[in-house]
Protein backbone atom coordinates (compact mmCIF):
# COMPACT_ATOMS: atom_id res chain seq x y z
CA UNK A 1 0.00 0.00 0.00
CA UNK A 2 1.24 3.75 -1.17
CA UNK A 3 0.61 4.63 2.51
CA UNK A 4 2.67 7.90 1.76
CA UNK A 5 -0.90 9.11 -0.65
CA UNK A 6 -3.67 10.58 0.92
CA UNK A 7 -7.19 9.71 -0.47
CA UNK A 8 -7.07 13.33 -1.95
CA UNK A 9 -3.69 12.96 -2.77
CA UNK A 10 -4.42 9.50 -4.76
CA UNK A 11 -7.90 11.22 -6.42
CA UNK A 12 -5.40 13.85 -8.02
CA UNK A 13 -3.32 11.15 -9.78
CA UNK A 14 -6.39 8.97 -11.24
CA UNK A 15 -8.00 12.01 -12.33
CA UNK A 16 -4.61 12.64 -14.36
CA UNK A 17 -4.81 9.01 -15.54
CA UNK A 18 -2.20 7.01 -13.03
CA UNK A 19 -3.11 3.44 -13.20
CA UNK A 20 -1.14 2.81 -10.35
CA UNK A 21 -3.10 5.56 -7.96
CA UNK A 22 -6.38 3.52 -9.36
CA UNK A 23 -5.04 0.29 -8.17
CA UNK A 24 -3.85 1.65 -4.66
CA UNK A 25 -7.35 3.03 -4.38
CA UNK A 26 -8.89 -0.39 -5.72
CA UNK A 27 -6.63 -2.07 -2.92
CA UNK A 28 -7.85 0.03 -0.10
CA UNK A 29 -11.45 -0.24 -0.93
CA UNK A 30 -12.56 -3.05 -3.16
CA UNK A 31 -12.57 -5.51 -0.12
CA UNK A 32 -14.24 -3.22 2.46
CA UNK A 33 -16.42 -2.16 -0.50
CA UNK A 34 -17.49 -5.90 -0.74
CA UNK A 35 -18.05 -6.59 2.39
CA UNK A 36 -20.57 -4.06 2.58
CA UNK A 37 -22.44 -5.00 -0.15
CA UNK A 38 -22.47 -8.86 0.73
CA UNK A 39 -23.43 -7.98 4.35
CA UNK A 40 -26.87 -6.70 2.95
CA UNK A 41 -26.95 -8.87 -0.40
CA UNK A 42 -25.77 -11.94 0.51
CA UNK A 43 -24.69 -12.80 -2.98
CA UNK A 44 -20.92 -13.40 -4.20
CA UNK A 45 -21.36 -12.94 -7.68
CA UNK A 46 -23.75 -10.22 -7.42
CA UNK A 47 -21.68 -8.42 -5.23
CA UNK A 48 -18.54 -8.82 -7.43
CA UNK A 49 -20.68 -7.41 -9.77
CA UNK A 50 -21.45 -4.04 -8.02
CA UNK A 51 -17.88 -3.55 -6.98
CA UNK A 52 -16.68 -4.24 -10.53
CA UNK A 53 -19.00 -1.99 -12.05
CA UNK A 54 -18.46 0.88 -9.65
CA UNK A 55 -14.68 1.12 -10.22
CA UNK A 56 -15.37 0.68 -14.07
CA UNK A 57 -17.36 3.80 -13.44
CA UNK A 58 -14.91 5.72 -11.19
CA UNK A 59 -12.29 5.30 -13.71
CA UNK A 60 -14.85 6.41 -16.45
CA UNK A 61 -16.04 9.43 -14.90
CA UNK A 62 -12.39 10.39 -13.37
CA UNK A 63 -12.42 13.64 -15.43
CA UNK A 64 -15.49 14.39 -15.07
CA UNK A 65 -16.83 13.80 -11.19
CA UNK A 66 -15.81 16.30 -8.31
CA UNK A 67 -14.96 13.66 -5.24
CA UNK A 68 -14.22 15.36 -1.95
CA UNK A 69 -14.40 12.29 0.45
CA UNK A 70 -13.08 9.40 -1.85
CA UNK A 71 -14.36 6.65 1.16
CA UNK A 72 -18.21 8.44 1.14
CA UNK A 73 -18.19 8.76 -2.39
CA UNK A 74 -17.37 5.09 -2.73
CA UNK A 75 -19.71 3.38 -0.03
CA UNK A 76 -22.57 5.76 -1.39
CA UNK A 77 -21.87 4.72 -4.86
CA UNK A 78 -22.41 0.79 -3.14
CA UNK A 79 -25.52 1.79 -1.56
CA UNK A 80 -26.96 3.17 -4.48
CA UNK A 81 -25.72 0.27 -6.80
CA UNK A 82 -27.45 -2.27 -4.16
CA UNK A 83 -30.52 0.05 -3.69
CA UNK A 84 -30.86 -0.38 -7.64
CA UNK A 85 -30.33 -3.94 -7.63
CA UNK A 86 -33.13 -4.14 -5.06
CA UNK A 87 -35.35 -1.83 -7.52
CA UNK A 88 -34.79 -4.13 -10.57
CA UNK A 89 -34.97 -7.76 -8.91
CA UNK A 90 -37.98 -9.12 -6.98
CA UNK A 91 -37.22 -8.84 -3.68
CA UNK A 92 -38.10 -12.00 -1.72
CA UNK A 93 -39.89 -12.33 2.15
CA UNK A 94 -36.53 -13.40 3.34
CA UNK A 95 -34.86 -10.57 2.10
CA UNK A 96 -37.80 -8.04 3.36
CA UNK A 97 -36.67 -9.94 6.46
CA UNK A 98 -33.32 -9.45 6.49
CA UNK A 99 -32.94 -5.89 5.32
CA UNK A 100 -35.55 -4.48 7.51
CA UNK A 101 -37.54 -2.73 5.04
CA UNK A 102 -39.95 -1.01 6.74
CA UNK A 103 -43.73 -0.85 4.40
CA UNK A 104 -45.04 2.37 6.75
CA UNK A 105 -48.17 2.92 3.57
CA UNK A 106 -48.73 -0.69 1.98
CA UNK A 107 -51.47 1.41 0.10
CA UNK A 108 -49.28 4.12 -1.22
CA UNK A 109 -45.96 4.15 -3.78
CA UNK A 110 -43.92 7.34 -3.32
CA UNK A 111 -41.17 8.49 -5.59
CA UNK A 112 -38.78 9.25 -3.18
CA UNK A 113 -35.53 9.24 -4.50
CA UNK A 114 -32.67 7.85 -3.37
CA UNK A 115 -30.99 11.36 -2.44
CA UNK A 116 -34.33 12.60 -1.43
CA UNK A 117 -34.16 9.76 1.33
CA UNK A 118 -30.31 10.39 2.72
CA UNK A 119 -31.32 14.02 3.52
CA UNK A 120 -34.68 12.41 5.18
CA UNK A 121 -32.56 10.14 7.09
CA UNK A 122 -29.77 12.35 7.73
CA UNK A 123 -32.50 14.90 9.36
CA UNK A 124 -33.67 11.76 11.35
CA UNK A 125 -29.90 11.40 12.38
CA UNK A 126 -29.26 14.86 13.27
CA UNK A 127 -32.56 14.55 16.18
CA UNK A 128 -31.15 11.73 18.24
CA UNK A 129 -29.08 12.39 21.15
CA UNK A 130 -25.66 13.73 21.01
CA UNK A 131 -24.41 10.04 22.24
CA UNK A 132 -26.16 8.18 20.29
CA UNK A 133 -25.84 10.21 17.21
CA UNK A 134 -22.43 9.84 17.37
CA UNK A 135 -21.65 6.28 17.96
CA UNK A 136 -24.68 5.98 14.81
CA UNK A 137 -22.29 7.90 12.28
CA UNK A 138 -19.51 6.12 13.57
CA UNK A 139 -21.24 2.60 12.88
CA UNK A 140 -23.28 3.66 9.65
CA UNK A 141 -20.98 6.48 7.92
CA UNK A 142 -17.89 5.43 8.87
CA UNK A 143 -18.39 1.67 8.43
CA UNK A 144 -16.63 1.24 12.13
CA UNK A 145 -17.69 -2.12 13.20
CA UNK A 146 -18.97 -2.30 17.14
CA UNK A 147 -15.76 -3.38 18.95
CA UNK A 148 -13.93 -0.69 16.85
CA UNK A 149 -16.92 1.58 18.00
CA UNK A 150 -16.12 0.44 22.08
CA UNK A 151 -12.58 0.67 21.63
CA UNK A 152 -12.05 4.16 20.58
CA UNK A 153 -15.18 5.46 22.83
CA UNK A 154 -13.99 3.30 25.73
CA UNK A 155 -17.55 1.85 26.23
CA UNK A 156 -18.93 -1.81 26.01
CA UNK A 157 -19.53 -3.71 23.03
CA UNK A 158 -23.35 -3.76 24.66
CA UNK A 159 -23.31 -0.23 24.87
CA UNK A 160 -22.73 0.21 21.36
CA UNK A 161 -25.35 -2.41 20.48
CA UNK A 162 -27.83 -0.57 22.89
CA UNK A 163 -27.07 3.12 21.27
CA UNK A 164 -27.70 1.34 17.72
CA UNK A 165 -30.88 -0.11 18.22
CA UNK A 166 -32.00 3.28 20.32
CA UNK A 167 -31.20 4.98 16.75
CA UNK A 168 -32.19 2.93 14.54
CA UNK A 169 -35.48 2.53 17.06
CA UNK A 170 -36.24 6.45 16.98
CA UNK A 171 -34.80 6.89 13.22
CA UNK A 172 -37.54 3.84 12.01
CA UNK A 173 -40.51 5.11 14.16
CA UNK A 174 -39.80 8.49 12.54
CA UNK A 175 -40.00 7.29 9.36
CA UNK A 176 -43.36 5.94 9.44
CA UNK A 177 -44.86 8.79 11.02
CA UNK A 178 -43.91 11.11 8.03
CA UNK A 179 -45.39 7.97 6.16
CA UNK A 180 -42.36 6.58 3.95
CA UNK A 181 -41.49 3.25 2.27
CA UNK A 182 -37.87 3.39 2.26
CA UNK A 183 -34.78 0.98 1.96
CA UNK A 184 -32.78 0.45 4.93
CA UNK A 185 -30.05 -1.71 3.83
CA UNK A 186 -27.25 0.40 5.49
CA UNK A 187 -29.19 0.44 8.67
CA UNK A 188 -29.32 -3.05 9.33
CA UNK A 189 -28.74 -3.93 13.03
Not at 117 to 123: H, M, Q, S, Y
Not at 134 to 149: L, P, V
Given at each position: MLKGFTDIQLLEKVSEGKEWAFDEVHSRYASKMYMYA????NKKQECEDIIQNIFIDFWMKRN?????????????????QVFNYFRNHKITEVDLNRLNIIDATSN?????EFEE???????NVLKLPKRCQ????????????????AYELGISLQGVKNQVSKALKIIRGNLQKEKLIFFTAFYKE
Open positions: FNILKVKILNLSSYLFRSVKFTSMGLLEKVIEDKIFRMSRFENKSHKEI
